[in-house]
T-cell receptor, first 112, second 114 residues
Framework: SQKIEQNSEALNIQEGKTATLTCNYTNYSPAYLQWYRQDPGRGPVFLLLIRENEKEKRKERLKVTFDTTLKQSLFHITASQPADSATYLCALDMRGNNRLAFGKGNQVVVIP | DGGITQSPKYLFRKEGQNVTLSCEQNLNHDAMYWYRQDPGQGLRLIYYSQIVNDFQKGDIAEGYSVSREKKESFPLTVTSAQKNPTAFYLC?????????????FGPGTRLTVT
């Protein structure tokens, strides 16, 4: 069966350190992968999109990698700040038609 | 000020009643989506629409219905046939669907059915 796995345990990290989140998938062959941020009780906000032929994408303090051989994406927040505390969702786009399959999300708590 | 609006933020209904959730966007986006989110779960696609007067079922369409009469509007009706309707409902839009685009989400409607 198809699965998108994100760590169910919250990641607690000290301010200033790098937070790294993992998104693993099975029985999917995504053309694109997206990362979103969701705060409690609010809608997700788009962060980054990476294509299957791209290894890495950066935006300010954020970095995403995409390894189609390992079927894995890593999401990094460098120099983390308390304001980065949120749940981060990965989403797969199989055909590039914007029909997304979402993981359950991984909570990040940045400790001042 | 462009964006997606959903109303109301909280909605309470008795079991057996149909209820319609509103979603409006002024981003001039062609595609619109409805998702459902349950505690500790990922977003699940209910319905999506790529263009006015056209829509497709998502992964969990049973018990739901939609319409897309205007580009700006994509209301979702939760019918009495939906067995477990209590959830957080999210509407989203994107520029199109011919390639990967970011999705813009509304603030959500939390529906409670008792």
């Amino acid at each position: 069966s198809q699965k998108i796995e994100q760590n169910s345990e919250a990641l607690n990290i000290q301010e200033g350190k790098t937070a790294t989140l993992t998104c693993n998938y099975t029985n999917y062959s995504p053309a694109y992968l997206q990362w979103y941020r969701q705060d409690p009780g609010r809608g997700p906000v788009f962060l980054l999109l990476i294509r299957e032929n791209e290894k890495e994408k950066r935006k300010e303090r954020l970095k995403v990698t995409f390894d189609t051989t390992l079927k894995q994406s890593l999401f990094h927040i460098t120099a983390s700040q308390p304001a980065d505390s949120a749940t981060y969702l990965c989403a797969l786009d199989m055909r590039g038609n914007n029909r997304l399959a979402f993981g359950k999300g991984n909570q990040v708590v940045v400790i001042p | 000020d462009g964006g997606i609006t959903q109303s109301p933020k909280y909605l309470f209904r008795k079991e057996g009643q149909n209820v319609t959730l509103s979603c409006e966007q002024n981003l001039n986006h062609d595609a619109m989506y409805w998702y459902r989110q349950d505690p500790g779960q990922g977003l699940r696609l209910i319905y999506y629409s790529q263009i006015v007067n056209d829509f497709q079922k998502g992964d969990i369409a049973e018990g739901y219905s939609v319409s897309r009469e205007k580009k700006e509007s994509f209301p979702l009706t939760v019918t009495s046939a939906q067995k477990n309707p209590t959830a957080f409902y999210l509407c989203a839009s994107s520029t199109g669907t011919r390639r990967a685009y970011e999705q813009y989400f509304g603030p959500g409607t939390r529906l409670t059915v008792t």
